[in-house]
């Protein structure tokens, strides 16, 4: 009997829930109807209905209209395909089949973005079979492909699409996700919840008002690529997260995918409303790093790892005839290493990289898999341990200078640089500014004051050839004339033999030199050392004790450079900035980085540098720089 009770039960259970499941559709489905104007006899005519209607026919006819593409083995995917696309249609998402653009692909060969992908309504491709030069990214090209191709993140169409009452899409997505009810972009970890409100999206995409949530967008900004957000409510969002990673986030001519929008133009151009979003975005934002063994792996095949991972391959026959050699100090992020590499790198230059002894050997190993791609870069001959104040900080660069002489590159100008610094000039703007030097040496050198001269009284002997000495900082831009004189002429070895017995040799040694005109040093500067007027431009620093203030923070007595400073670097005329450090301002680094290829891309369309280069004639640096003949010493 209680048998009998309980399957009675569970019988009366079952029909109660389809009874309430039907009036729920019911009631859900004349609600729809209602809202998009579907009432009575007119249901057939509802854009819904017809969407569904099209893509049963198009999965029927087995091709996409308009395009004379067909699916391969379309038996095998035309289950999972409808049920995908009607799902599409029943949550409301705008789909017009007669804007697909449909290309053969195997069963292997469809790359689906997320669960649930669609192109939908002139919108971007969401196949990213291919790389933005026609090669493929991963594997050779599938059969059946016909010479068609799909660029990653290329859009079928300029024009933007209409979004109205919940037809969601979105535009540009190059990494997966899920577009739907919830609409969810990992790229940037962005996402946008029941967006209900008309709006429009395209190249720069609005949601207004309504029920609109979107995560980590604090105020009105952007997020994914170039995505207005309007006036949305803002839940908490925990656990920071991270932004995505892999080698589909550099295509040529590298720009870093930037978290919930960060409009890094508006950065540049000293908005502080953006920058202080940003800030507050970068304080909720843990900065993505890469896996170990990351670049062991992407350095497989290089030659492909150039083209890939968007270094600049190409290049004016101006740059050509101007050859520029680059020492690199490191030790310790080979991430921040390959990103400075990718911004100066250019094939005809010659590249020296020191790793630090002290350098962890995983991330060596890293940093020798990236130099081992690039056959114009090298490695230190030999690997320094590195300690502040003494020697070792100035030798690895000479190592390096000596290596770069001997390469078969007769470069015209050698400038070092650190792990923790990025360019403000592009390799066309240097090739015009160091045209303009005319051979002039960017080195600082004053006169020491009495505070200092502790440093040189360690040597207990005075400086050979009654050489005065001065001080200043390791940073040069330095003519070829120049390091030959330091490398080979007995005066400069002489001197450098000196240096070695005396405190912080680095801040003596170049700037010594660079004005010792007297003894035919090429370049070397003529002037008053003592001038106010006489400035270094091939470095930016801010220094605790120079009143002015740092928006990221101090530490060892030099800013590590925020988001408040990236305007006015973006509008100096300094060669490189020093320091950033990817681990605590990534966003700094990022926008950085953003502009530089900005300028890139600019001057790769137009074919000019915006640059003026009167303003580097005039420098007192260069109106009075040695050029007689070298090593013409008393």
Known sequence: MGKV?????????????????????????QAASRQSGCQGDDKESCPLQQERRNFQRLFERGSFPNSGGNFKNLSQRKASYEEDSLDFAE?????????????????????????????????????????????????????????????????????????????????????????????????????????????????????????????????????????????????????????TVGIREFPPLYRPVLPNGLNCSRVWHGDGQETRRAKQEMNDTSAARRPPGFYGTITDNC???????????????????????????????????????????????????????????????????????????????????????????????????????RMRSKWKYLI???????????NKELVKILTAYKGANDILGERPKERNKWRWQKAKSPPPHNIIVAKGPVHVAASRGFVDFLLHYSYARDFLAWT???????????????????FGVPGSYTGNITSKRRIMLNRFKIWDTSNRTCGGKFLRNICHFGLEEVAGLSRSRHFVANKFSYDFYPLAYDCMEQWYFDRVRREEKTGVADIDTRYYSNLELVKHAYRGSAGNGP
Not at 7 to 27: D, E, H, P
Not at 156 to 168: C, D, I, T, Y
Not at 188 to 199: R, T, Y
Request: with cysteine; net charge positive.
């Open 303 to 405: 030659q492909l790892y150039p083209k890939q991972n968007g270094f600049i391959l190409n290049v004016s026959q101006e740059e050509r005839e101007f050859p520029l050699a680059f020492s690199m100090m490191v030790y310790k992020d080979a991430e921040q290493l390959e990103r400075l590499l990718r911004a100066v790198y250019r094939p005809h230059n010659a590249y020296c990289v020191h790793a630090d002894l002290k350098t962890k050997p995983d991330v060596l190993l890293q940093i020798r898999a990236i130099i081992k791609c690039l056959p114009n870069v090298i490695e230190s001959p030999r690997q320094i341990d590195v300690k502040w104040g003494k020697f070792s900080v100035l030798e690895p660069e000479l190592i390096c200078m000596q290596a770069l002489w």
């Open 91 to 243: 949550r409301n998402i705008a789909l017009q089949p007669e804007n697909y653009e449909a290309v053969e692909f195997l069963d292997n060969d469809l790359k689906k973005v997320g669960e649930h992908s669609t192109i939908s309504k002139k919108s971007s491709t969401i196949f990213p079979l291919m790389d933005a030069d026609d090669s493929f990214v991963d594997n050779d090209p599938p059969r059946g492909l016909d010479e068609k191709r799909i660029l990653i993140g290329k859009s079928l169409s300029g024009n933007p699409s209409e979004v109205k009452q919940g037809k969601s899409q979105v535009l540009n997505i190059k990494q997966e996700g899920t577009f739907g009810h919830h609409t969810e972009v990992k790229q940037g970890k962005s996402q946008v919840l029941n967006i209900k409100q008309e709006g429009t999206f395209g190249h720069h995409t609005e949601v207004k008002q309504g029920k609109s949530q979107v995560l980590n967008i604090k105020q009105e900004g952007t997020f994914g690529h170039h995505t207005e957000v309007k006036q949305g409510t803002i839940p908490d969002f925990k656990p920071k997260p991270e932004r």
């Open 416 to 426: 070092n640089l650190t792990g923790q610094e990025f360019p403000l000039k592009t």
């Open 5 to 29: 009770l309980r399957k009675r039960m569970a019988g009366l259970y079952v029909v109660v829930v389809y009874i309430l499941l039907l009036s729920f559709y019911t009631v859900t489905f």
């Open 500 to 518: 070695k017995r005396t405190a912080i040799p680095d801040e003596t040694f170049f700037a010594t030199l660079n004005n010792m005109h007297q």
